[in-house]
C-alpha cells in the first residue's frame, strides 16, 4: 500500500493554528535586534501612500508598523494567527492564502515584504514564487525578506516549539541566483545571526531586491 504524500502547507498552517497565541509569546522571549533593523530598511523605502503586501503575516507582529503610511495587505495560510493579526490591527487588511499560488493583478504593490515565512517553502516552489511576485511589483518596487541560509531539500521537525512544522531552504549563493535570473536586483543581501531564547544562533539570509524600470 503506497503512502500518502506528505501535506507540507497543511503541516504548516495546522502547526501555526496550533500554536495560536504561544507563538506571539515566543517572538517576544526572542531579542529583535535583526528584525529591527531589517524593518528599519523596508520603512526607509516605502512611500507614504505605498501599496504594501506582506507575506506570511502571522499574528501581525510587523502589520502596525507597516500598515501606519501604506494601504496595506496581510497574507497567511494559519487561520488562528490571522485572527490574531485582525485584533492587533483591526485597521489593515488580512487574507487568508497560499501565496505561492495565489493571484494579484500585475503592478498591484510597491513592496512585498516577509519575515520568516520563505523557509517554509520548499525549494521548487521558490524560483516561481519569486516569478510571481516580480510580476505583482510596480517598477522600481521591491521585494524586501528573510530567506533560510543553508541548503535543505526539506524537512519535518516534529517538534518545533512543540507542534511539527516543515522547513527548507538554499544556501545564500543560490537564493541570489534566482532572484537575479526572475530579473531582481540586489540591494541587500547579508546574512546574519541572531539568538533564539530555545535554540540558540540561528542564521538567516536577508535581502532586498529592486524591480527595475520598464
Known amino acids: 500500500m503506497m503512502e500518502e504524500p506528505v501535506d507540507r502547507k497543511r503541516i504548516v498552517a495546522e502547526g501555526y493554528d496550533r500554536l495560536g497565541p504561544a507563538f506571539s509569546a515566543w517572538e517576544a522571549e526572542n531579542p ?13 523605502r516605502l512611500r507614504e501612500g505605498s501599496d504594501v503586501l506582506e507575506l ?18 496581510g497574507v497567511d495560510l494559519s487561520r488562528v494567527q490571522l485572527s490574531i493579526a485582525r485584533r ?8 487568508r ?25 520548499p525549494q521548487e516552489e521558490l524560483g516561481p514564487t519569486f516569478g510571481r511576485v516580480f510580476g505583482w511589483l510596480r517598477p522600481r518596487g521591491r521585494l524586501m525578506l528573510s530567506l533560510g541560509a543553508s541548503d535543505s531539500a526539506g524537512a519535518i521537525e516534529e517538534e518545533w516549539l512543540g507542534v511539527p512544522m516543515f522547513f527548507a531552504g538554499f544556501a545564500p549563493e543560490t537564493n541570489e541566483r534566482l532572484l537575479r535570473e526572475t530579473g531582481f536586483h540586489l540591494e541587500i543581501s547579508e546574512v546574519r545571526e541572531e539568538m533564539e531564547a530555545r535554540y540558540g544562533v540561528v542564521r538567516f539570509h536577508w535581502v532586498i531586491a529592486r524591480k527595475p524600470d520598464d
Open 56 to 73: 506570511g503575516c502571522g499574528p501581525g507582529t510587523a502589520a502596525t508598523e507597516l500598515s501606519a503610511r501604506s494601504a496595506y495587505v
Open 32 to 44: 529583535p535586534a535583526v528584525r529591527t533593523w531589517f524593518l528599519g530598511e523596508v520603512l526607509a
Open 88 to 95: 492587533r490591527v483591526p485597521g489593515a487588511r488580512f487574507v
Open 97 to 121: 492564502a497560499d501565496f505561492t499560488t495565489m493571484i494579484f493583478r500585475p503592478a498591484s504593490f510597491d513592496g512585498v515584504v516577509a519575515f520568516y515565512v520563505f523557509n517554509h517553502v
